[in-house]
T-cell receptor, first 114, second 109 residues
Framework: ETGVTQTPRHLVMGMTNKKSLKCEQH?????MYWYKQSAKKPLELMFV???????ENNSVPSRFSPECPNSSHLFLHLHTLQPEDSALYLC?????????????FGPGTRLTVL | RKEVEQDPGPFNVPEGATVAFNCTYS??????FFWYRQDCRKEPKLLMS???SGNEDGRFTAQLNRASQYISLLIRDSKLSDSATYLC??????????FGAGTRLFVKA
């Protein structure tokens, strides 16, 4: 399936590295999301973009920096991460924001911070 | 109290069994409700939306009880392929979508 793609699929980085996660949606949606999924914990919403404007930032540490250059692409820039940031990072998109909209998820990037 | 709470399971059931999951939510103003399915090491995918009148899709039935603030998912005639984690999802309006931690289901032959 190619609706929402994410790269890389796996990433190992040191605490001093800078890396970026990329998400692309081919569904013509107007809203995009970043979620964090840690083992045995619920998905945590990190950021929401609607029409390329950030509309939600759930108290995420500044070492995570999102960027949405257009409605099809979403990035998550990472720097000076901590080992507890190791998790699966999922990107999602929906037609628009709002509760009744189905979210389509990408396959995720499994991040390990050493 | 967690905003969305689910029994983590796991539920171990034989093929052909009927199994039910419940989910409770804390925000009485919540407006939209969903069940998503997540297979091992895969992304979540929408299974079904949950409407006030209840809804059915083949072997799957979802119910909403606003007074008691819970939603349920019933799976009849379980198949091996139903083995997955089932996520309860609640939207309280706007961008605030809350996922439960999920209930794991194992269907065995």
């Amino acid at each position: 399936e190619t609706g929402v793609t994410q790269t890389p699929r796996h990433l190992v980085m040191g605490m001093t590295n800078k890396k970026s996660l990329k998400c692309e949606q081919h569904l013509g949606h107007n809203a995009m999301y970043w979620y964090k999924q840690s083992a045995k914990k619920p998905l945590e919403l990190m950021f929401v973009y609607s029409l390329e404007e950030r509309v939600e930032n759930n108290s995420v540490p500044s070492r995570f920096s999102p960027e949405c250059p257009n409605s099809s692409h979403l990035f998550l820039h990472l720097h000076t991460l901590q080992p507890e940031d190791s998790a699966l990072y999922l990107c999602a998109s929906s037609q628009r924001t709002g509760g009744d909209n189905e979210q389509f998820f990408g396959p995720g990037t499994r991040l390990t911070v050493l | 109290r967690k905003e969305v709470e689910q029994d983590p399971g796991p539920f171990n059931v034989p093929e052909g069994a009927t199994v039910a999951f419940n989910c409770t939510y804390s925000n009485s103003a919540s407006q939209s409700f969903f069940w998503y399915r997540q297979d091992c090491r895969k992304e979540p995918k929408l299974l079904m939306s949950v409407y006030s009148s209840g809804n059915e899709d083949g072997r799957f039935t979802a119910q909403l009880n606003r007074a008691s603030q819970y939603i349920s998912l019933l799976i009849r005639d379980s198949k091996l392929s139903d083995s997955a984690t089932y996520l309860c999802v609640v939207n309280g309006g706007g961008f605030k979508t809350i996922f439960g931690a999920g209930t794991r289901l194992f269907v065995k032959a």
